[in-house]
């Protein structure tokens, strides 16, 4: 299973997010699982990076492990920015979680 966690801050702003795991939906390279939620993680730290130029903390390792840390020191503008794509992650892992949460967990952390 592939676990996601996103961390707010007390206001609410995304922070950081995690993925471990593999979603073991089906043999590798047939996996939509988890081609899907690589999909739209690194889609959206690459929406980050091209359309803001915040370039966040990448953390990769083994068992599908990636951690990524946004820096919280941005100007109003900007954060607005990072926020709204980060959101958009979200929408999207819960749609797959909706659909395959056998395979996929999300869990929220302040």
């Known amino acids: 299973m592939i676990q996601t966690t996103i961390y707010r801050t007390e206001s609410g702003h995304i922070k950081s997010f995690t993925l471990s795991g593999h979603a073991l939906f089906a043999n590798r390279g047939d996996d939509i699982v988890c081609a899907g939620v690589s999909a739209v993680s690194f889609g959206a730290i690459n929406s ?16 599908g492990f990636l951690r990524c840390v946004f820096p919280t020191n941005l100007s109003k503008d900007i954060q607005e920015k990072v926020q709204l794509l980060l959101e958009g992650m979200v929408v999207s892992l819960q749609t797959i979680e909706r659909d395959y949460g056998k395979y996929v967990k999300i869990t929220f952390k302040k």
């Open 48 to 63: 980050v990076i091209a359309l803001t130029g915040v370039e966040p903390e990448i953390e990769q390792g083994d068992g």
